[in-house]
């Protein structure tokens, strides 16, 4: 993650230094309003689109008006969110096809089949319905056996099946599935009987380029596996080197929340920017004469994306990609790079091509931890100025190191609280512990992992990677085994996700910009979230 806090501008002067700031939050207010209201004609939009740009000219040239422009900012591109919603509609593979029969079917797997209790699931691109070429995409489910084991991404199978409508309540938390999928361009599952499929034998080998790297990725996958590492170990180096979480179990899961640092079994921002530092490192010996900043540049671009693509792309990986696109190419111009500016634009890049990233819970936490490292990381550096200096003293050093990474941990811990409680209902009390001495290590880990892959088996090299990932077990077990490391079962609905962001934005302005009516704001919202909670919980005990 970088350190750019910096460069964060203050709340007074957020629009100007960081414009496409606002950019991005109308175009989400627009995607999250196309969810929340009824469907609006495409036709409607474009009218409306077009009729605040022009109010946007008009309020500049011949009346000016800058309220009256920020208006119709918003407008333009809300309902420019509202389109881009439409755009990328997922397409219905059975369309007026009558959903309660059986149906033959051709399709592409986009990823590699992930194992369940019974069956193989993943996502297939529909090429063909009843001899008829369609398009969409649906959630297979094939049932085990010999060869459905064998499959992999880019495979094209004939398969005769009966689409169903996904569950909408899944789990105790009553989760809406057929929603989450509709968000990933999926309308219909099938589920597919062993017999019921074989694999094509068209020759043809056209693939897209995720495919190609899922492909690389189980190339990978498989590399790994010959390691001569224990089972969790190879769970785990998969999870961090590949985002491969297939071979991750359940205990591990639990063992890397307990301990606040499930994120490391997903590719994020932070695999995203060691990677870049680890590139950069091994380009030491390049000077900053223009053609060596570009060569440079190029390279760690290449790693860096070749990176992105063969973790998957999730939404975290995805706004570390863009972002640091963005400084680096800033690094080759010699530009000083605007963090929160680059923030902003990698949103808009994704809501261009992929606007239900919105509601991804990925791209939240992603986000928000990084606009709470921006927002609170210098303030909290500043409650010991001492250590928040560089001092030439090794020691003072080190001791610094330690104080910003543990402010760093902090702020994103505490600002993406509200969303952890609300999507997952726990708190790791201890999480300062293993972000202190297992994420530090992360990039050495990586390189580790990488270096083992490229000399094959070697035997000195595995050994170090086993005793790497048996140091990073024994910290998140113990972490983990604590008393009451993990606060479970911790009630959050939306009002309270909105009281606890609004606190923690009043506080923010009164930290950084020492607004002197931010802090008993600040103490209002948090009783009126108290006040909220008194009334629930007489609703559901005292009248229920």
Same mark, same amino acid.
């Given at each position: 993650?970088?350190?750019?806090?910096?460069?964060?501008?203050?709340?007074?002067?957020?629009?100007?230094?960081?414009?496409?700031?606002?950019?991005?939050?109308?175009?989400?207010?627009?995607?999250?309003?196309?969810?929340?209201?009824?469907?609006?004609?495409?036709?409607?939009?474009?009218?409306?689109?077009?009729?605040?740009?022009?109010?946007?000219?008009?309020?500049?040239?011949?009346?000016?008006?800058?309220?009256?422009?920020?208006?119709?900012?918003?407008?333009?591109?809300?309902?420019?969110?509202?389109?881009?919603?439409?755009?990328?509609?997922?397409?219905?593979?059975?369309?007026?096809?009558?959903?309660?029969?059986?149906?033959?079917?051709?399709?592409?797997?986009?990823?590699?089949?992930?194992?369940?209790?019974?069956?193989?699931?993943?996502?297939?691109?529909?090429?063909?319905?009843?001899?008829?070429?369609?398009?969409?995409?649906?959630?297979?489910?094939?049932?085990?056996?010999?060869?459905?084991?064998?499959?992999?991404?880019?495979?094209?199978?004939?398969?005769?099946?009966?689409?169903?409508?996904?569950?909408?309540?899944?789990?105790?938390?009553?989760?809406?599935?057929?929603?989450?999928?509709?968000?990933?361009?999926?309308?219909?599952?099938?589920?597919?009987?062993?017999?019921?499929?074989?694999?094509?034998?068209?020759?043809?080998?056209?693939?897209?380029?995720?495919?190609?790297?899922?492909?690389?990725?189980?190339?990978?996958?498989?590399?790994?596996?010959?390691?001569?590492?224990?089972?969790?170990?190879?769970?785990?180096?998969?999870?961090?080197?590949?985002?491969?979480?297939?071979?991750?179990?359940?205990?591990?899961?639990?063992?890397?929340?307990?301990?606040?640092?499930?994120?490391?079994?997903?590719?994020?921002? $932070?695999?995203?920017?060691?990677?870049?530092?680890?590139?950069?490192?091994?380009?030491?010996?390049?000077?900053?004469?223009?053609?060596?900043?570009?060569?440079?540049?190029?390279?760690?671009?290449?790693?860096?994306?070749?990176?992105?693509?063969?973790?998957?792309?999730?939404?975290?990986?995805?706004?570390?990609?863009?972002?640091?696109?963005?400084?680096?190419?800033?690094?080759?111009?010699?530009?000083?790079?605007?963090?929160?500016?680059?923030?902003?634009?990698?949103?808009?890049?994704?809501?261009?091509?992929?606007?239900?990233?919105?509601?991804?819970?990925?791209?939240?936490?992603?986000?928000?931890?990084?606009?709470?490292?921006?927002?609170?990381?210098?303030?909290?550096?500043?409650?010991?100025?001492?250590?928040?200096?560089?001092?030439?003293?090794?020691?003072?050093?080190?001791?610094?190191?330690?104080?910003?990474?543990?402010?760093?941990?902090?702020?994103?811990?505490?600002?993406?609280?509200?969303?952890?409680?609300?999507?997952?209902?726990?708190?790791?009390?201890?999480?300062?512990?293993?972000?202190?001495?297992?994420?530090?290590?992360?990039?050495?880990? $990586?390189?580790?992992?990488?270096?083992?892959?490229?000399?094959?088996?070697?035997?000195?090299?595995?050994?170090?990677?086993?005793?790497?990932?048996?140091?990073?077990?024994?910290?998140?077990?113990?972490?983990?085994?604590?008393?009451?490391?993990?606060?479970?079962?911790?009630?959050?609905?939306?009002?309270?996700?909105?009281?606890?962001?609004?606190?923690?934005?009043?506080?923010?302005?009164?930290?950084?910009?020492?607004?002197?009516?931010?802090?008993?704001?600040?103490?209002?919202?948090?009783?009126?979230?108290?006040?909220?909670?008194?009334?629930?919980?007489?609703?559901?005990?005292?009248?229920?």
């Amino acid at each position: 993650m970088p350190n750019a806090a910096s460069h964060t501008p203050t709340s007074a002067s957020l629009f100007h230094q960081a414009p496409m700031f606002r950019v991005a939050l109308a175009l989400a207010a627009g995607i999250f309003l196309s969810e929340l209201l009824p469907p609006i004609p495409i036709l409607v939009l474009c009218l409306v689109s077009v009729l605040a740009i022009g109010l946007m000219s008009f309020s500049t040239y011949l009346i000016p008006s800058r309220w009256l422009f920020l208006l119709a900012f918003w407008v333009a591109f809300a309902s420019v969110g509202g389109l881009l919603v439409h755009l990328h509609a997922p397409a219905d593979p059975f369309g007026a096809c009558p959903t309660h029969q059986t149906h033959t079917l051709s399709v592409r797997l986009r990823d590699t089949p992930r194992q369940t209790s019974k069956c193989y699931k993943t996502v297939a691109e529909v090429d063909s319905l009843n001899g008829t070429p369609v398009r969409g995409r649906v959630m297979l489910f094939v049932a085990k056996d010999s060869l459905s084991a064998n499959l992999q991404a880019g495979d094209r199978i004939h398969l005769t099946a009966r689409p169903s409508l996904p569950s909408t309540q899944v789990g105790p938390d009553k989760f809406n599935y057929r929603r989450y999928l509709r968000r990933h361009g999926i309308l219909w599952q099938c589920y597919v009987p062993s017999g019921n499929w074989q694999l094509s034998t068209n020759s043809e080998t056209r693939y897209s380029l995720q495919l190609r790297f899922a492909r690389i990725q189980q190339l990978w996958v498989q590399k790994l596996r010959r390691l001569s590492l224990t089972p969790q170990q190879q769970a785990v180096a998969e999870a961090l080197l590949l985002g491969w979480r297939g071979d991750v179990d359940q205990s591990t899961q639990q063992q890397f929340r307990g301990a606040g640092i499930a994120h490391l079994l997903c590719v994020s921002g $932070l695999h995203v920017g060691v990677m870049a530092l680890l590139v950069g490192g091994c380009l030491f010996f390049l000077g900053r004469r223009l053609w060596q900043r570009i060569v440079k540049g190029i390279i760690q671009l290449l790693a860096v994306w070749f990176f992105v693509l063969l973790t998957g792309m999730a939404p975290s990986t995805l706004r570390a990609g863009v972002m640091f696109t963005l400084m680096i190419v800033g690094d080759m111009m010699e530009q000083r790079p605007n963090t929160l500016n680059n923030l902003a634009t990698s949103a808009v890049l994704i809501f261009c091509f992929a606007p239900m990233q919105l509601f991804d819970v990925g791209f939240q936490l992603s986000y928000t931890a990084v606009l709470g490292i921006l927002a609170w990381h210098r303030p909290l550096l500043q409650l010991l100025p001492s250590l928040a200096q560089s001092e030439p003293n090794p020691l003072q050093w080190l001791l610094g190191k330690v104080w910003s990474w543990t402010c760093l941990s902090t702020a994103a811990q505490l600002v993406t609280l509200p969303l952890i409680l609300y999507y997952f209902h726990q708190f790791p009390l201890y999480f300062l512990i293993a972000n202190l001495t297992v994420v530090p290590f992360a990039g050495l880990l $990586l390189a580790t992992a990488l270096l083992a892959l490229a000399a094959g088996n070697a035997g000195w090299l595995t050994a170090l990677l086993r005793l790497q990932l048996q140091a990073v077990d024994h910290i998140t077990r113990w972490v983990s085994s604590l008393p009451s490391a993990l606060l479970d079962n911790l009630y959050c609905d939306l009002p309270m996700l909105l009281f606890l962001f609004l606190a923690l934005y009043l506080f923010t302005l009164w930290l950084r910009d020492k607004k002197p009516w931010a802090l008993p704001a600040t103490v209002a919202s948090l009783l009126l979230l108290a006040l909220y909670l008194l009334a629930l919980r007489h609703h559901l005990f005292g009248l229920g």
